[in-house]
């Protein structure tokens, strides 16, 4: 009987030790900065890990070019700065579970 117990209290402490790891990678995405780019560069936006946006930086020639293509350009850096955050995201989250896929819908932190 005590053998059960023993186990039930190794695995609160597993889930303690993964909401603990857990909790300390979402303050690392939180903090992360990430930079997404358009245009070969013409237009890049810097982002943190929370999605807000911290600087968008155009290029003077899209000036030049027609409206429609520098909210392009900006949609496709805002974009890429947010396809850089949910990889960087995935990958610490990957190293929380040490790779176990959760089940859908349920995220970490708890």
């Given at each position: 009987?005590?053998?059960?117990?023993?186990?039930?209290?190794?695995?609160?402490?597993?889930?303690?030790?993964?909401?603990?790891?857990?909790?300390?990678?979402q303050?690392?995405?939180?903090?992360?900065v990430?930079?997404?780019?358009?245009?070969?560069?013409?237009v890049k936006?810097?982002?943190?890990?929370?999605?807000?946006?911290?600087?968008?930086?155009?290029?003077?020639?899209?000036?030049g070019?027609?409206k429609?293509?520098?909210?392009?350009?900006?949609?496709?850096?805002?974009?890429?700065?947010?396809?850089?955050?949910?990889?960087?995201?995935?990958?610490?989250?990957?190293?929380?579970?040490n790779g176990?896929?959760l089940p859908p819908?349920?995220?970490?932190?708890?």
């Open positions: 009987m005590f053998g059960k117990l023993g186990d039930l209290g190794n695995l609160m402490k597993q889930a303690q030790n993964m909401q603990d790891r857990a909790k300390k990678a303050e690392e995405i939180s903090a992360y990430a930079q997404g780019e358009a245009g070969g560069g013409l936006v810097t982002m943190t890990g929370d999605h807000l946006v911290t600087k968008v930086e155009i290029a003077d020639s899209v000036f070019d027609d429609e293509m520098c909210e392009d350009l900006l949609v496709t850096a805002l974009n890429n700065a947010n396809e850089r955050i949910r990889e960087f995201a995935s990958d610490k989250m990957k190293k929380v579970t176990i896929p819908g349920m995220n970490l932190p708890f």
